[in-house]
C-alpha cells in the first residue's frame, strides 16, 4: 500500500514543522542558481512509522526549507524494502525522486533473494541520517538475566526457544542468526512486519527473546530488558548494554547506515546541491535534540562513509545469507 504525505515550510506537522522554520533562517531563499526540480518525493520502502519514517520527516522538514521547493514523503513497501528501492532505481537521476532507507536491510534482502540491486552500485549515496542498531531483547520477567543465561537456554533446548525478527532476510533475522549460527545454536524464529509489531510479541510473551531496533527500548523499558547489542560498540544512546562481543558470543552485525540516496549518474549539481542541503538539515542542533526524544542518534556521514560502512557489512552478512539460502 502506498502512502503519501507532504512536507512543506507552511502547514508542516510532526518533527519536521519546527526544522522547516529553523532552516529558513539558516539557509536564504535563492542563495543557490542550481536548477533544481519543482517538487522532491523521498521514498520510504517500508511501512509507516518506524525510525526510518522519522529520520525522513526530519530531512524532508530542513531540505523543503533550505531549497524552497516540497517534499513529499511517500511509502512504498515490500519485499523487504525492494518494492520502494526498485522504485528509486529506476526514476529518473534529475533529483526528484529520492530513496531514504535502513541500508542494511535493503541489501541483505536483495541478496537474500537473489536479486541485481545494489546501493552501492546502482545509488549515489546522498549521506548517513543515523545509525540503526538492534538489540537482544526478553520480556521484562524473563528468566534470563544475561545474554549469556539466554544462549545457555537455547543450547540446553534446541529448537525449542522462539525469537521474533522482522522477516527473513532483514537486518534483525540476519543480526540473530549470526549470534546463533556463532554459536551453533538453534531456535525457532517467528518473522513479523516491524519493530512495534515485535515489541508487542516479546511484551505478550509470544516470544522468549527478539531481535529488533533498539530505540525500542525508548519507549517502555518496564515491559522489555535488553540483554544485549548486536552491534560491534555499544549504543551511544544506550550505553550500558554490552556488545555481543564483549560477552564472548561471536562477532555482531555492524549498525546499520539510514541514508538517503539518488538513482545512480544523478545530474552533478543537482546531487552536490541535495548533499549540502541534507547535511545541513542533519546538523542542525535541533535535530540532535528532537531524536533522541525518540531513542534516535543523529550521526551524519559522507556519502563515501556510507558506501564503505555497506561494503563491510557485506563482507559480514555474506556468508550468513549463502547458508540460508541453502536451508529447504
Not at 541478496?111 to 552500485?121: A, S, T
Not at 549515496?125 to 534470563?144: E, M
Not at 512486519?193 to 530505540?215: K, W
Amino acid at each position: 500500500m502506498v502512502r503519501q504525505r507532504q512536507i512543506v515550510k507552511l502547514g508542516l506537522g510532526g518533527l519536521g514543522a519546527f526544522f522547516a522554520v529553523v532552516a529558513a533562517v539558516a539557509w536564504p531563499v535563492g542563495a543557490d542558481t542550481t536548477e533544481i526540480p519543482e517538487q522532491i518525493t523521498i521514498v520510504i520502502p517500508f511501512a509507516d512509522g518506524g525510525a526510518v519514517a522519522e529520520f525522513a520527516e526530519v530531512a524532508a522538514g530542513g531540505m523543503s526549507a533550505r531549497l524552497d521547493i516540497p517534499v513529499v514523503l511517500k511509502n512504498i513497501p515490500g519485499q523487504g524494502g525492494l518494492v520502494g528501492t526498485e522504485v528509486v532505481a529506476n526514476a529518473e537521476p534529475d533529483g526528484a525522486t529520492l530513496l531514504m532507507a535502513a541500508s542494511s536491510s535493503i541489501v541483505l534482502a536483495a541478496m537474500f533473494r537473489d536479486m541485481d540491486l545494489n546501493l552501492v552500485e546502482d545509488f549515489d549515496a546522498i549521506g548517513q541520517a543515523g545509525p540503526l542498531n538492534f538489540a537482544v531483547v526478553v520480556p521484562s520477567d524473563s528468566p534470563y538475566e544475561t545474554a549469556n543465561e539466554l544462549v545457555e537456554a537455547i543450547g540446553a533446548q534446541p529448537g525449542m526457544l522462539r525469537w521474533a525478527h522482522a522477516g527473513r532476510g532483514s537486518s534483525s533475522y540476519v543480526a540473530g542468526r549470526i549470534m546463533l549460527d556463532n554459536l551453533g545454536l538453534i531456535a525457532g524464529d517467528l518473522p513479523y512486519g516491524g519493530g512495534g509489531i515485535i515489541r508487542e510479541a516479546v511484551t505478550g510473551e509470544h516470544v522468549d527473546f527478539a531481535v529488533l531496533g533498539i530505540q525500542q527500548m525508548h519507549y517502555g523499558t518496564t515491559e522489555l530488558r535488553a540483554l544485549a547489542v548486536t552491534g560491534q560498540e555499544r549504543s551511544n544512546l544506550f550505553p550500558e548494554f554490552p556488545t555481543l562481543q564483549e560477552l564472548g558470543l561471536g562477532v555482531g552485525l555492524p549498525s546499520s547506515p539510514v541514508a538517503l540516496y539518488a538513482p545512480r549518474h544523478t545530474t552533478p549539481d543537482v546531487l552536490m546541491m541535495l548533499r549540502k542541503a541534507f547535511e545541513e538539515s542533519m546538523r542542525a542542533p535541533a535535530v540532535e535534540k528532537a531524536l533522541l526524544g525518540h531513542g534516535l542518534e543523529v550521526r551524519f556521514a559522507t556519502p563515501q562513509d556510507v558506501d564503505a560502512d555497506m561494503r563491510e557489512l557485506m563482507e559480514v552478512a555474506v556468508p550468513v545469507i549463502e547458508a540460508m539460502q541453502k536451508e529447504p
